[in-house]
């Protein structure tokens, strides 16, 4: 019976590890230094990235703008995942709409505000080379606001698409832009499991003591 109870212990210790959800970063570009950013309303903006697994889920994007006030956000970010062309963005591989809300994180730079977005996504991909494409409201519209995506450094390899001139494709902004992708599917113990662990594992151990010191 005591055997049985300690494997049973066992078990829910397990099982409360593997439900314990928590967001896994699996692409971390930089979080934003407030020097500067590159323009989100005339020109599509991308930053590369790299896969290493053989298959990645993507389930959420989060980036960093730089905005005179809420405001100067057209309410949609239109996204897409791009495979590499040549150090360049090519293929897209997942695209969509998203309408995040935008949170001032009480930083500013160059009078514009600091705002952080995220928002859901689900794109499944293979171990590669890739970039992030983003642009405030639709990518057929040139808002005539402040909106920039913010750097994450001043020296970098992103690119811009000029919308206005599209026969000139893609060129080299030459800078480093805040984001960061993450699988929220990634199991990770929060701090009360691990707690919950911990203790259950030293009543297993006070368990296994008493049983020794009875079977003496």
Known sequence: ???????????????????????????????????????LNEFLEADDFTLGAASTSLNLIRFWSLQS??????????????QDAAGVPGAISASG??????VD????????????????INATLAAGNYWLVLHNGPNASQPTTSF??????????????????PTQGWTGNFSELAFQLEDKSTSVPEPATILLIGAG???????????????A
């Open 201 to 215: 594992l030293a009543a297993l151990v006070t368990r296994r003591r008493h049983q020794v010191i009875r079977a």
């Open 148 to 165: 920039y995506w913010e750097w994450s450094q001043d020296t970098g390899n992103s690119q811009n698409f000029d919308l206005p001139v």
């Open 105 to 120: 994180t009480l930083n500013s730079a160059f009078g514009l505000e600091e705002f952080r977005y995220e928002f859901a």
């Open 1 to 39: 019976m005591q055997t049985i109870t300690a494997r049973i212990i066992a078990a829910a210790l397990f099982a409360g590890l593997a439900t314990s959800a928590g967001a896994g970063i699996v692409v971390d570009n930089g979080l934003p230094n407030q020097s500067g950013g590159s323009e």
């Open 97 to 102: 709409s998203a309408t995040p809300t935008g």
């Open 69 to 82: 006030d809420a405001s100067d956000y057209a309410g949609s970010i239109e996204w897409s995942i791009r």
